[in-house]
């Protein structure tokens, strides 16, 4: 196992959620958009906007519905300039 499998086993385990709450088709897709929001939004609107997808989700959206609408915003923005340019 990975330290992130532990983690994430201990996690669900202390919110109470379901051993599968996080399958791995999911984990990999919010991973993914997670990074995209970091490099072209800004690095600290990933995990806020992980926090979102999860208020979605939480609200009836499908996972994978959330996910597309929050990788279609990211992918709509330029990431941030470099400081030389």
Known sequence: MST?????????AA??????????????DLLDVTRDVAHNVARVAGPLTTYLLGLAVARGMAPSAAVEVVRGLASAHR???EPNE
């Open 4 to 12: 992130l499998d532990d983690w994430l086993r201990e996690a669900t």
């Open 15 to 28: 919110l109470k959620l379901p051993a599968d709450a996080v399958p791995a088709d999911l984990r990999t």
């Open 79 to 81: 990431p941030p300039a």
